[in-house]
């Protein structure tokens, strides 16, 4: 049986109910992690943090000038296994920036025990960025994985946020021939949606072999940039990319932002892709440069 582990000072409500999901599944993971962001001192810092199970973060960096936070986000097992339950909700206040990625991929386990979720909640006060770039999730052979993100934005906000989804693992032979995948993205602004897509995605579906599909590549990456807009910030996108790209990489400019997409062979190469759309965009619509995260280079 997996440990129960909760946050120091969790009410006996939070004991009581994580108690209840584990003698119902134990063998399933309960996880919570829950931020909140505001501006003290000239700078952004996490205000508060709450957390049930094993989802953690490091001590906050602040790496750029303008005070921006910088948040890795913990998952210590690695790994998302049958039945587990991971929720991460986010709230960024007004003119607060934060950057919030992971150390390394999000990896969802063949599934034994029933469906695995990931829930993500972005609340973006007004005029403030809030950046989320995870790095990759890889779904294994016979998963039963359900990805959820959903972010509400205030006046003024900015949200930059991108996905990468590797199908099985190539390097080892292993296509996603069993299973399902379910993602769902929905972004609203002053109440309103402005960007929604869903996907579901059976293991050995004709999709992924259909050129009007995957076409047989096993990753592709989606990157939402919404917020102020230069009005030639597609076109600064496409000339920092250049053509960089064994797989397909196109840049789209709508009414309430930009939309990169990348399909190919290799997360590393989507990845490298959407760094340079990342600092275009940023460069374009914030005035400053991109500053990847420390993580990413070890």
């Known amino acids: 049986m997996k440990p129960l582990l ?8 939070a004991v009581s109910t994580a108690r209840a999901h584990y ?22 810092r996490l ?15 602040h790496p750029e000038k303008d005070g921006t936070c910088h948040v890795y986000l913990l998952h210590p097992p690695g790994g998302v296994a049958g039945g587990d339950q991971l929720d991460l909700r986010f709230h960024v206040a007004a003119d607060a920036r934060a950057v919030l990625t992971t150390p390394g991929a999000t990896k969802f386990y063949r599934s034994e025990h029933g469906r695995s979720t990931q829930s993500t909640s972005i609340d973006v006060g007004a005029n403030a960025v809030c950046e989320y770039l995870p790095q990759e999730t890889i779904v294994f052979d016979g998963a039963d994985a359900s990805i959820d993100t959903r972010v509400t934005l205030e006046a003024g906000a900015t949200y930059v946020g991108w996905d990468f989804i590797c199908l099985g693992r190539p390097a080892a032979g292993e296509r996603f021939e069993t299973g399902t995948l379910r993602q769902r993205i929905e972004i609203v602004r002053d109440g309103k949606p402005i960007w ?45 990319v250049g053509n960089r790209a064994d797989g397909v990489f196109t840049v789209s400019q709508l009414e ?5 997409r990348y399909l190919g062979p290799r997360v590393s190469e989507g990845k490298s892709l959407f760094v340079r759309a990342w600092d275009a965009l940023r460069t374009s619509c914030q005035g400053k440069a991109a500053n990847a995260p420390r993580i990413w280079n070890t």
């Open 47 to 61: 205000m508060r943090r709450r957390h049930l199970g094993p989802l953690v973060v490091q001590k906050p960096f």
């Open 196 to 240: 929604f897509e869903r996907v579901r995605l059976p293991g050995g579906s004709t999709l992924a072999e259909a050129p009007y599909a995957l076409a047989g590549q096993p990753t592709w990456g989606t990157m939402v940039y919404v917020g102020p807009t230069a009005e030639d910030a597609a076109e600064r996108v496409r000339e920092a």
């Open 23 to 44: 003698a119902a599944q134990p063998s399933t993971w309960l996880a919570e992690l829950e931020l909140w962001f505001a501006v003290n001192a000239g700078k952004t």
């Open 6 to 13: 909760l946050a120091e000072g969790a009410s006996p409500d």
């Open 256 to 260: 309430h932002g930009v939309v990169c």
